[in-house]
Nanobody, 125 residues
Framework: QVQLVESGGGLVQAGGSLRLSCAASGRSFTNYIMGWFRQVPRKEREFVAAISRYGAVTPYADSVKGRFTISRDNAKNTLYLQMNSLKTEDTAVYHC??????????????????WGQGTQVTVSS
């Protein structure tokens, strides 16, 4: 299995940028399709972006398309989420997740077996 630890969250003004990182340890990082999800209190976890094992396919939620970029460095066992033009509605706890499913990157939260603890992102107006 794989262990995931997120970092890089914080407080930023609207219009600003943050880069989240997710460090993976355990089995080979390239075994996993990776994803970013976010959650606010009393709501379900929401898909943000995902990336295939070698980075060729990167689907995004419509709400972040054009502002967020997912990437991975397989040599460093690390997943990233570059977030630009942040909006107050991007405020949430952001989680990285790993999937061993054979199909391509998926927005379905149930397809991901491994999760990090999350990192808080707060965007102020």
């Amino acid at each position: 299995q794989v262990q995931l630890v997120e970092s890089g969250g914080g407080l930023v003004q609207a219009g600003g940028s943050l880069r989240l990182s997710c460090a993976a340890s355990g089995r080979s990082f390239t075994n996993y399709i990776m994803g970013w999800f976010r959650q606010v209190p009393r709501k379900e976890r929401e898909f943000v972006a995902a990336i295939s094992r070698y980075g060729a396919v990167t689907p995004y939620a419509d709400s972040v398309k054009g502002r967020f970029t997912i990437s991975r460095d397989n040599a460093k066992n690390t997943l990233y989420l570059q977030m630009n033009s942040l909006k107050t509605e991007d405020t949430a706890v952001y989680h990285c997740a790993a999937s061993t499913r054979g199909t391509g990157p998926t927005p379905n939260v149930n397809d991901y077996a491994y999760w990090g603890q999350g990192t808080q992102v707060t965007v102020s107006s």
